[in-house]
């Protein structure tokens, strides 16, 4: 069993085993684990997220985006982050690479496209109905320290992990062939794009902390202003995404199948490197009672005393499941579209993007109100001497934004 792990993944890095163990399933770190990209694309991650809530006062998730571009009102806003993303695909592989051909599984293209569209399907579906994918559950909020978040992270990912070594994604989704690992991007190729793209996005933010009058200081900034930022911060997400490896479904899979002989614990070090942004970051603004956002808008995030219901859990599932057997989620979904086009990644973005219109489709037939309606947003609070701004219970495009992926 050992030769057949080592035959289906032939990335695994050498590593010395016991007799039992060989006899077993042979277990090692996969030679395609990228710890530095990983770090540095994970800190890319974080620093949009600061970024977006500091500019506009609001939370940064990828499927409500995804669920506001499919809406039957499209607008400027919803249409913007979206954009952002597909921009930082296109010039990221112009000028960095970072994507990877999805091989044929063993019975040819049909059973990979069945595969694409079935758990994209499944993590559309699941992303929308719990309310929160990686991004907006993982990265926000969990540095809010989310009840829900909390409950909802642990879930899809043990069910990613039971659905990746179950369906064997690791040994599926192959890594780039030999002849074509000399154009992958260098460990300082990565370190030098993420240091750039951290001085774009936090020098404003950190110009605002340093000198806490400018926050605020033009007053309420046009609403033309928005889309910018919205399209800014998908350009910085997409590109963290690219950095971090995390558009290649191989080491989405690599992680997920624990039980390949050749795990790539990638994945792990690109949230916890985001987390190292988003965690104090969070803390400040709630501790402080910030209120006033660097554009003046009024910073109000969703109440994180929304109960636990069975959208959020049995939406947590089966995002989970739908992640392991098709090794993508939202954002890399989005970036691959337009940084590496092809047959397998227009079935995996139709699949995601059908999956999310079926749950709002049976949300309106069935009469469940969306968050943002059932729970108004309120502000943080003021923080000293900064202007009071009133938010009442929101409109329904303020309060649809606040309420973005696992911010509950």
């Not at 993007?353 to 069935?366: P, R, S």
Request: charged letters at 10%; hydrophobic letters at 45%.
């Amino acid at each position: 069993q050992g030769d057949v792990a080592r035959d289906a993944c032939p990335h695994v890095a050498s590593s010395s085993e016991g007799p039992l163990l060989g006899q077993m399933v042979s277990f090692s770190i996969s030679s395609d684990f990228s710890p530095a990209q990983a770090l540095a694309g994970g800190a890319v991650l974080g620093a949009t997220v600061v970024f977006k809530t500091g500019m506009l006062g609001a939370v940064l998730g990828v499927s409500c985006a995804t669920r506001r571009f499919i809406s039957a009102r499209p607008s400027p806003r919803s249409l913007s982050f979206p954009f952002g993303i597909l921009i930082s695909g296109i010039l990221m592989s112009i000028s960095y690479g970072g994507f990877e051909p999805m091989m044929p599984l063993r019975d040819g293209g049909t059973e990979l496209l069945a595969r694409l569209l079935f758990g994209s399907l499944l993590v559309g579906f699941g992303t929308s109905l719990g309310d929160g994918c990686t991004s907006g559950h993982g990265l926000t909020g969990l540095a809010r320290l989310s009840p829900r978040s909390w409950v909802a992270v642990p879930l899809f990912m043990a069910f990613g992990f039971a659905s990746g070594t179950f369906c064997s994604s690791g040994g599926a989704f192959s890594p780039k062939q030999p002849a074509e690992e000399d154009e992958d991007p260098s460990v300082g190729s990565a370190i030098a794009a993420s240091g750039l793209l951290l001085v774009l996005l936090l020098f404003p933010l950190a110009l605002a902390l340093l000198v806490p009058s400018i926050r605020g200081r033009l007053g309420q900034a046009p609403a033309s202003v928005e889309p910018v930022v919205d399209v800014i911060s998908g350009m910085g997400f997409g590109c963290g995404l690219v950095i971090s490896g995390m558009a290649r479904p191989s080491k989405v899979a690599g992680f997920l199948d624990v039980a390949s002989g050749a795990w790539d614990p990638s994945l792990a070090f690109v949230m916890g490197s985001a987390l190292l942004f988003t965690f104090p970051f969070f803390q400040y603004l709630e501790r402080t009672h910030v209120d006033v956002a660097m554009l003046g808008k009024p910073v109000a995030l969703p109440e994180k005393t929304k109960p636990v219901d069975y959208k959020l859990i049995t939406g947590s599932i089966i995002f989970g499941v739908g992640w392991g057997v098709c090794g993508g989620c939202p954002g890399p979904i989005w970036v691959m579209l337009a940084g590496n086009p092809s047959a397998e990644v227009v079935c995996l973005w139709f699949g995601f993007v059908g999956g999310t219109g079926l749950t709002v489709l049976l949300k309106h037939f069935f009469h469940v109100p969306e968050d943002s309606e059932r729970t108004p947003v309120v502000p943080l609070g003021p923080s000293e001497g900064a202007q009071v701004v009133p938010v009442a219970p929101a409109p329904a495009v303020g309060a649809e934004q606040a309420a973005d992926d696992g911010a509950q």
